[in-house]
T-cell receptor, first 112, second 112 residues
Protein backbone atom coordinates (compact mmCIF):
# COMPACT_ATOMS: atom_id res chain seq x y z
CA UNK A 1 0.00 0.00 0.00
CA UNK A 2 1.11 3.54 -0.75
CA UNK A 3 2.33 5.73 2.11
CA UNK A 4 -0.02 8.52 1.02
CA UNK A 5 -3.29 7.60 -0.70
CA UNK A 6 -5.47 10.09 -2.50
CA UNK A 7 -9.01 9.47 -3.69
CA UNK A 8 -10.39 9.87 -6.25
CA UNK A 9 -7.56 9.72 -8.81
CA UNK A 10 -9.63 11.52 -11.41
CA UNK A 11 -12.82 13.51 -11.14
CA UNK A 12 -14.93 15.60 -13.47
CA UNK A 13 -17.47 17.84 -11.81
CA UNK A 14 -19.77 20.65 -12.79
CA UNK A 15 -19.46 24.30 -11.87
CA UNK A 16 -21.16 25.02 -8.57
CA UNK A 17 -20.94 21.49 -7.22
CA UNK A 18 -19.36 20.64 -3.89
CA UNK A 19 -16.54 18.15 -4.06
CA UNK A 20 -14.24 16.56 -1.51
CA UNK A 21 -10.79 15.17 -2.16
CA UNK A 22 -9.54 12.72 0.41
CA UNK A 23 -6.07 11.91 1.64
CA UNK A 24 -4.85 9.32 4.09
CA UNK A 25 -1.30 8.46 5.16
CA UNK A 26 0.32 5.52 6.90
CA UNK A 27 3.60 7.29 7.75
CA UNK A 28 2.41 8.33 11.22
CA UNK A 29 3.42 11.91 10.54
CA UNK A 30 1.72 14.87 12.15
CA UNK A 31 2.18 17.33 9.30
CA UNK A 32 -0.05 17.18 6.22
CA UNK A 33 -0.39 19.48 3.23
CA UNK A 34 -2.53 20.14 0.17
CA UNK A 35 -0.93 21.56 -2.99
CA UNK A 36 -2.25 22.17 -6.47
CA UNK A 37 -0.19 21.97 -9.64
CA UNK A 38 -0.93 24.09 -12.67
CA UNK A 39 1.12 24.28 -15.89
CA UNK A 40 3.71 27.04 -15.63
CA UNK A 41 2.91 27.71 -11.97
CA UNK A 42 4.43 24.73 -10.26
CA UNK A 43 3.08 23.52 -6.93
CA UNK A 44 1.23 26.01 -4.77
CA UNK A 45 0.24 25.45 -1.15
CA UNK A 46 -3.49 25.52 -0.40
CA UNK A 47 -3.70 24.45 3.26
CA UNK A 48 -1.52 22.71 5.78
CA UNK A 49 -1.99 21.11 9.17
CA UNK A 50 0.62 20.38 11.82
CA UNK A 51 -1.68 18.27 13.96
CA UNK A 52 -5.36 17.46 14.30
CA UNK A 53 -6.17 20.76 15.98
CA UNK A 54 -3.93 22.95 13.84
CA UNK A 55 -5.09 24.12 10.39
CA UNK A 56 -3.38 26.89 8.43
CA UNK A 57 -4.06 28.67 5.17
CA UNK A 58 -1.46 28.52 2.44
CA UNK A 59 -0.82 30.77 -0.55
CA UNK A 60 -4.09 30.09 -2.36
CA UNK A 61 -6.78 29.04 0.16
CA UNK A 62 -9.69 31.04 -1.25
CA UNK A 63 -12.46 28.75 -2.48
CA UNK A 64 -11.15 25.78 -0.49
CA UNK A 65 -11.67 24.34 2.97
CA UNK A 66 -10.08 21.42 4.78
CA UNK A 67 -10.82 18.98 7.54
CA UNK A 68 -8.29 17.03 9.59
CA UNK A 69 -10.39 14.12 10.77
CA UNK A 70 -7.51 12.22 12.37
CA UNK A 71 -3.73 12.21 12.33
CA UNK A 72 -3.87 10.05 9.21
CA UNK A 73 -6.64 11.83 7.30
CA UNK A 74 -6.76 15.28 5.72
CA UNK A 75 -9.50 16.15 3.24
CA UNK A 76 -9.83 19.12 0.90
CA UNK A 77 -13.22 20.51 -0.11
CA UNK A 78 -14.29 22.80 -2.87
CA UNK A 79 -17.57 24.25 -1.62
CA UNK A 80 -18.69 25.52 -5.03
CA UNK A 81 -16.34 24.40 -7.77
CA UNK A 82 -15.36 26.78 -10.55
CA UNK A 83 -13.47 26.07 -13.79
CA UNK A 84 -10.22 27.75 -12.68
CA UNK A 85 -9.98 25.13 -9.94
CA UNK A 86 -9.25 22.60 -12.65
CA UNK A 87 -5.82 21.31 -11.66
CA UNK A 88 -3.79 18.42 -10.34
CA UNK A 89 -4.07 18.24 -6.54
CA UNK A 90 -1.45 16.67 -4.33
CA UNK A 91 -1.57 15.72 -0.69
CA UNK A 92 1.70 15.38 1.20
CA UNK A 93 2.93 14.49 4.63
CA UNK A 94 6.11 15.43 6.43
CA UNK A 95 8.00 14.31 9.50
CA UNK A 96 10.04 17.47 9.72
CA UNK A 97 11.51 20.04 7.42
CA UNK A 98 14.77 18.15 7.03
CA UNK A 99 13.16 15.22 5.28
CA UNK A 100 10.82 17.04 2.93
CA UNK A 101 7.50 15.62 1.91
CA UNK A 102 6.07 12.31 0.89
CA UNK A 103 3.46 12.99 -1.78
CA UNK A 104 0.42 11.08 -2.88
CA UNK A 105 -0.13 10.23 -6.53
CA UNK A 106 -2.45 13.16 -7.06
CA UNK A 107 -6.07 13.82 -7.98
CA UNK A 108 -6.78 15.25 -11.40
CA UNK A 109 -9.83 17.47 -11.04
CA UNK A 110 -11.69 18.96 -13.97
CA UNK A 111 -14.47 21.49 -13.39
CA UNK A 112 -16.72 21.98 -16.42
CA UNK B 1 5.49 37.17 -6.65
CA UNK B 2 7.33 33.96 -7.39
CA UNK B 3 9.87 33.41 -4.61
CA UNK B 4 11.37 30.34 -6.24
CA UNK B 5 11.97 30.40 -9.97
CA UNK B 6 13.03 27.84 -12.51
CA UNK B 7 13.54 29.85 -15.65
CA UNK B 8 14.01 26.92 -18.02
CA UNK B 9 10.71 25.13 -18.63
CA UNK B 10 12.47 22.34 -20.52
CA UNK B 11 15.89 20.85 -21.18
CA UNK B 12 17.09 18.12 -23.54
CA UNK B 13 20.35 16.27 -22.97
CA UNK B 14 22.06 13.32 -24.63
CA UNK B 15 22.38 10.12 -22.63
CA UNK B 16 25.70 10.01 -20.79
CA UNK B 17 26.15 13.78 -20.72
CA UNK B 18 25.63 16.12 -17.79
CA UNK B 19 22.23 17.65 -17.06
CA UNK B 20 22.22 20.95 -15.19
CA UNK B 21 18.96 22.26 -13.81
CA UNK B 22 18.86 25.71 -12.29
CA UNK B 23 16.79 27.39 -9.62
CA UNK B 24 16.79 30.95 -8.29
CA UNK B 25 15.17 32.28 -5.15
CA UNK B 26 14.46 35.73 -3.81
CA UNK B 27 13.83 35.20 -0.10
CA UNK B 28 17.09 35.40 1.87
CA UNK B 29 15.39 33.68 4.82
CA UNK B 30 15.27 30.37 2.95
CA UNK B 31 17.78 28.01 4.52
CA UNK B 32 16.83 24.58 3.31
CA UNK B 33 16.40 23.44 -0.27
CA UNK B 34 15.13 20.30 -1.92
CA UNK B 35 14.89 18.84 -5.38
CA UNK B 36 11.98 16.63 -6.37
CA UNK B 37 11.47 14.51 -9.45
CA UNK B 38 8.04 13.89 -10.91
CA UNK B 39 7.00 11.28 -13.47
CA UNK B 40 3.64 11.52 -15.27
CA UNK B 41 0.68 10.23 -13.25
CA UNK B 42 2.78 10.06 -10.08
CA UNK B 43 3.40 12.38 -7.17
CA UNK B 44 6.74 14.16 -6.81
CA UNK B 45 9.45 12.12 -5.10
CA UNK B 46 12.28 13.49 -3.01
CA UNK B 47 15.65 13.48 -4.75
CA UNK B 48 18.24 15.44 -2.80
CA UNK B 49 18.47 18.28 -0.29
CA UNK B 50 20.92 20.91 0.87
CA UNK B 51 21.14 23.12 3.91
CA UNK B 52 22.35 26.70 3.71
CA UNK B 53 25.37 25.79 5.85
CA UNK B 54 26.70 23.79 2.91
CA UNK B 55 27.47 24.70 -0.67
CA UNK B 56 27.41 21.20 -2.09
CA UNK B 57 25.68 17.89 -1.45
CA UNK B 58 26.22 14.75 -3.44
CA UNK B 59 24.25 11.53 -3.73
CA UNK B 60 25.39 9.14 -6.42
CA UNK B 61 24.84 10.70 -9.82
CA UNK B 62 23.09 13.72 -8.30
CA UNK B 63 24.84 16.78 -6.90
CA UNK B 64 23.22 19.97 -5.69
CA UNK B 65 25.19 23.21 -5.51
CA UNK B 66 24.12 26.23 -3.50
CA UNK B 67 25.38 29.77 -4.07
CA UNK B 68 23.88 31.81 -1.26
CA UNK B 69 25.26 35.15 -2.40
CA UNK B 70 23.62 34.69 -5.79
CA UNK B 71 20.52 33.03 -4.32
CA UNK B 72 20.98 30.25 -6.81
CA UNK B 73 21.05 26.49 -6.67
CA UNK B 74 21.61 23.92 -9.34
CA UNK B 75 21.17 20.18 -9.72
CA UNK B 76 23.75 18.26 -11.71
CA UNK B 77 23.02 14.79 -13.00
CA UNK B 78 26.07 12.89 -14.25
CA UNK B 79 25.82 10.78 -16.32
CA UNK B 80 22.27 11.41 -17.49
CA UNK B 81 20.13 8.37 -18.22
CA UNK B 82 16.84 8.02 -20.14
CA UNK B 83 15.12 7.10 -16.87
CA UNK B 84 15.98 10.57 -15.57
CA UNK B 85 13.46 12.06 -18.00
CA UNK B 86 10.93 13.74 -15.73
CA UNK B 87 9.87 17.11 -14.38
CA UNK B 88 12.19 18.45 -11.68
CA UNK B 89 11.03 20.88 -9.02
CA UNK B 90 13.19 22.81 -6.63
CA UNK B 91 11.70 23.82 -3.30
CA UNK B 92 12.80 26.11 -0.49
CA UNK B 93 11.92 26.48 3.15
CA UNK B 94 12.75 28.60 6.18
CA UNK B 95 13.59 26.75 9.39
CA UNK B 96 10.64 26.49 11.71
CA UNK B 97 7.99 27.06 9.06
CA UNK B 98 7.78 23.40 8.03
CA UNK B 99 6.44 24.26 4.59
CA UNK B 100 8.05 24.53 1.22
CA UNK B 101 7.72 26.97 -1.66
CA UNK B 102 8.11 25.24 -5.00
CA UNK B 103 9.47 26.42 -8.30
CA UNK B 104 7.59 26.02 -11.56
CA UNK B 105 9.49 22.93 -12.67
CA UNK B 106 11.84 21.99 -15.51
CA UNK B 107 11.01 19.14 -17.84
CA UNK B 108 14.16 17.12 -18.54
CA UNK B 109 14.35 14.85 -21.53
CA UNK B 110 17.34 12.55 -21.82
CA UNK B 111 17.79 11.34 -25.35
CA UNK B 112 19.07 7.81 -25.94
Amino acid sequence: DADVTQTPRNRITKTGKRIMLECSQTKGHDRMYWYRQDPGLGLRLIYYSFDVKDINKGEISDGYSVSRQAQAKFSLSLESAIPNQTALYFCATSEDTGYGYTFGSGTRLTVV
Amino acid sequence: DQQVKQNSPSLSVQEGRISILNCDYTNSMFDYFLWYKKYPAEGPTFLISISSIKDKNEDGRFTVFLNKSAKHLSLHIVPSQPGDSAVYFCAASTSGTYKYIFGTGTRLKVLA
